[in-house]
Structure formats: C-alpha cells, structure tokens
T-cell receptor
Framework: DSGVTQTPKHLITATGQRVTLRCSPRSGDLSVYWYQQSLDQGLQFLIQYYNGEERAKGNILERFSAQQFPDLHSELNLSSLELGDSALYFC????????????FGPGTRLTVL | AQSVSQHNHHVILSEAASLELGCNYSYGGTVNLFWYVQYPGQHLQLLLK??????LVKGIKGFEAEFIKSKFSFNLRKPSVQWSDTAEYFCAVIGRMNYGGSQGNLIFGKGTKLSVKP
C-alpha cells in the first residue's frame, strides 16, 4: 500500500458523459500527478499539481481538467467522454516536485460504453 | 524527443531462470532513473531508483539495475526469478537538476510483461 488513495476503483459510463476521479496523496506529500494508462498509448503523464497550483501539463486533452484542493486532494474531471477515453487513470504523489520518487495509487478503471 | 525504450514486450521464463530486461532512454541531459512493477490488477510499485553514485543499484525483492551512461541504458536484472515475479515492468526517467531535483516529468517505457512458469 503506497498511501495514495483513489476513488472510485471502477467507473462505467456512456459516451458524452462527465466523470470525476478523486485522489488523496500520501500524508505530507504536496505534489500530485495524474497519468493515463491505455493499451495503445502506455503510461502517459497528464498533469501535475503542487500545493494547489498547476505545475506541469502533459498530454491532457482540453476535455479534461484537474484541480488540487486546500486539503491537497485532487480531482480529475473528464467530460464529453469518448470510447477512446477508456483507460486506467493513476494518481501519484511526491513530497515536492523536486523529490523525484512518485508513489502511485491503485488507479481508477474507466470504461466508456 | 525524450523517450524510453523497453526492448522486450513479453518475456517468458521458467522459475529459477535469470532475468534481464532492457531499458534505453533518450534525454538531452542528466537523468534520474526508475523501475516500477505492476502486479496483475495492482498499482505501480517502485522497485528501485538511481539518482547518482554507484551505478549498480539494488532494489526490493532481489532486483538490481545497472546504469551505463555511455549506453544510455538502465537494465533490470534478477539472478533467479520466481512465479510471484509475474508482472509488468516499467522503466522511467526524469530530468535531473544540478541540485538533484527533477525537471520535467516521468517518462515511461511501454512496459515489459514477464510471465514466469512454475
């Protein structure tokens, strides 16, 4: 157990819908990262937050957005869902951006039908 | 462009066989290197990491990796695999700042599936 928690574990929804994935970082970690894992693209970095502020953006679609709240938990919002958005979404955390070791949560498996 | 290449998509071994998984990276600067493991249905767990110093690093569960700077490689090894090592293994890199901190974000390889036959 890494100490990073994610909810829900599984999510099944329809195309065009909007979902929110939630992540709580390890105690003391200020930085949160979101990744998408799919069969064709592998593990792709989406976005990073540090202490409530967006720090870096990767291959994140405009239909996706995220935020980190004052209590440091983070939410990833996915809207206008398409079949191709079906994937495992992982959250990771680290103490600070400079601290390189990222600890991963169990992931949320999103299925878009 | 920055990238990580894992040469083997799927490796099948018998128990007690030795393992070596290849990882090469392309990055215009100094890097920190990682191997993560993902057991079936589970999240990514850190196996080992290299930041600086001795290029031979030891991780959990008997794994080790060697950083060869001239070859831009960070291959993972285990002398004798067990059935419980069946998992997917990911190599990852991140740029390193002069003070040791990170620059940019983790770039992952596509992963290597390891199947160990009992």
């Amino acid at each position: 157990d890494s100490g990073v928690t994610q909810t829900p574990k599984h999510l099944i929804t329809a195309t065009g819908q909007r979902v929110t994935l939630r992540c709580s970082p390890r105690s003391g970690d200020l930085s949160v990262y979101w990744y998408q894992q799919s069969l064709d693209q592998g593990l792709q970095f989406l976005i990073q937050y540090y202490n409530g502020e967006e720090r870096a953006k990767g291959n994140i679609l405009e239909r996706f957005s995220a935020q980190q709240f004052p209590d440091l938990h983070s939410e990833l919002n996915l809207s206008s869902l398409e079949l191709g958005d079906s994937a495992l979404y992982f959250c990771a955390s680290s103490p600070r951006p400079q601290q390189d070791t990222q600890y991963f949560g169990p992931g949320t498996r999103l299925t878009v039908l | 462009a920055q990238s990580v290449s894992q040469h083997n998509h799927h490796v099948i071994l018998s128990e007690a066989a030795s393992l070596e998984l290849g990882c090469n990276y392309s990055y215009g600067g100094t890097v920190n290197l990682f191997w993560y493991v993902q057991y079936p249905g589970q999240h990514l767990q850190l196996l080992l990491k290299y930041f600086s110093g001795d290029p031979l690093v030891k991780g959990i569960k008997g794994f080790e990796a060697e950083f060869i700077k001239s070859k831009f490689s960070f291959n993972l090894r285990k002398p004798s695999v067990q059935w419980s090592d069946t998992a997917e293994y990911f190599c990852a890199v991140i740029g390193r700042m002069n003070y040791g901190g990170s620059q940019g974000n983790l770039i992952f390889g596509k992963g290597t599936k390891l199947s160990v036959k009992p």
